[in-house]
Structure formats: C-alpha cells, structure tokens
C-alpha cells in the first residue's frame, strides 16, 4: 500500500505570496491532519480534517487554511506569505478521527520563504 | 493543558547497546495516547510504537518498547541493540483520546538527537 505523498517537496516563495501544498492520504485513510515543523517552535499542529469537515484546528492565524476533497485528498494554502512561515510542513493521515489510531506522516514539504 | 517533556537534547550511544529515551507528560484527560516518532535526517516522520492510558501492558515493537509509569506520567522509549541507523531525532507525542468524537491532535515534545556510535 502506497504511503502518505506531498507535494511539491520543496519550495521557495517570496514575502506577501500565497501557497498551495498538497498531501494525498494512504488510500482508505479518511483523517488528515497538517503540522508545521520550525527549529524554534517545534512541532505545531494546523488542523485535522475528516470527510471532508475540519474537525480540529490548532493556534495559527487565518492566513492558515484547509480543506479536504471526496477523495480524502488534503491542501493546506497560506496566504500573504511571512519570512517566520518558513518551515517543513508534514501531512499524516489515519483511518479514522476517534479512538486509538496512529498517523502515518509523509515526508513534508520544505517551505522556504524570502 | 496538554504538556510533553523531553530533556534530553541530544544522546550517545554505542552501537548494539540499550538506551532509554525521556519522556513526561502532562493531562488532565483519562484518556490518551501516547506516542513515539522517528525523524530521520529526510524530514519524514515514522511511527515506532504506541500505548494506550488504560493498557495494562508496556507496548513493545521489534526491538522498540515502552516503560510507561502512569503514576508518575512518564512513558520512556527503550530502544535495544542500537544500530548505526537508529541515529535520528525521536519525538515523544500524546493525544487525547476521544472515543465519541474527534481524536484530537498529537502535541510533540521537543525532541531528543540520538547518535549511535560504531
């Protein structure tokens, strides 16, 4: 079975643009969850998404959003893009959003900004 | 609110010997999982093992277990006979467990490096 993919792997944005990363789950997997990953904060989470509904959202301004297709598929976008929003972003997906279930990460998008 | 420790920044350890990683937490939730991630140096996060608050038993993986002390809310990794690709960042993660609704989210601790020495 296929794992967790992202794209793109890496990117390089300018200050004041926008992004659109992608993250496509194990198949039969219907949670999604974003985290962000920084030297200085560490691993932060963004928002979990199931069916299509965000389910959870974490403490980041509203420049951070998501959402999540039929198909499980995931995008997280950020708009007006800031220097501190550089970051490696990891998507996870899981089976289903209550009890005891792991989440398998993907290998994260490296987000540089300049 | 929800709390995980790690204070081990880094760790040393001689190849095929044990080591035992850190890990406190913090919850007022009786229901929670907790678990350990490798991050290797190419960024992905990989799922080495997971207890839950009302198992009886420590979790064990292959070579990977888990002393968990739930009194004294500390759930330390063991990893036995180390090898030269056990060197990776290790994250200590929980969640609350909520078995009617959404699972909630993972909050990680801060990490701790290992290095295997050969």
Redesign the interface.
Known sequence: KAGVTQTPRYLIKTRGQQVTLSCSPISGHR?V?W?QQTPGQ????LF?Y?SETQ??K?NFPGRFSGRQFSNSRSEMNVSTLELGDSA?Y?C?S?P?????????????T?LTVT | AQKITQTQPGMFVQEKEAVTLDCTYDTSDPSYGLFWYKQPSSGEMIFLIYQGSYDQQNATEGRYSLNFQKARKSANLVISASQLGDSAMYFCAMREEDYGGSQGNLIFGKGTKLSVKP
């Open positions: 949670s969850s985290y560490g691993l932060q989470f979990e199931f389910r959870n974490g490696l990891l996870a899981s289903w959003t209550s009890g005891r279930s792991e989440q398998y990460f993907g290998p994260g490296r």
